[in-house]
């Protein structure tokens, strides 16, 4: 919480440049990761590849950082697949034994 509220700060000084906002906002990014908070990783990591920033490096890391929120993304909703699976599975079988 308090990188956030830093960060939101760093955004809203008058003298801070495109290139600037978005390293905050990748260090923002970074945090929401480590919370797994993808959600929100996610939506600055794409407003920093569609501000067409001129700094390879940044646009670099965000967009390693976004695989690395999708590949999350893709892992989470396929343990919910499993998990569905598993519970529909046990439900016919214990269905089957009555």
Do not use: H, P, W
């Not at 990748?26 to 407003?47: F, H």
């Not at 976004?66 to 598993?86: C, G, S, T, Y």
């Amino acid at each position: 919480k308090q990188c956030e509220n830093i960060i939101n700060e760093l955004l809203t000084y008058q003298y801070t440049n495109d290139e600037i906002n978005s390293e905050g906002m990748l260090v923002l990014a970074s945090a929401y990761i480590e919370q797994k908070d993808y959600a929100n990783a996610k939506i600055l990591l794409e407003t920093i590849l569609n501000a067409k920033l001129k700094n390879n490096d940044i646009i670099q890391s965000a967009q390693q950082k976004l695989d690395e929120v999708n590949r999350a993304l893709n892992q989470n909703e396929n343990k919910e697949q499993n998990k569905d699976l598993f519970d529909k599975m046990f439900e016919e079988y214990q269905q089957s034994k009555e």
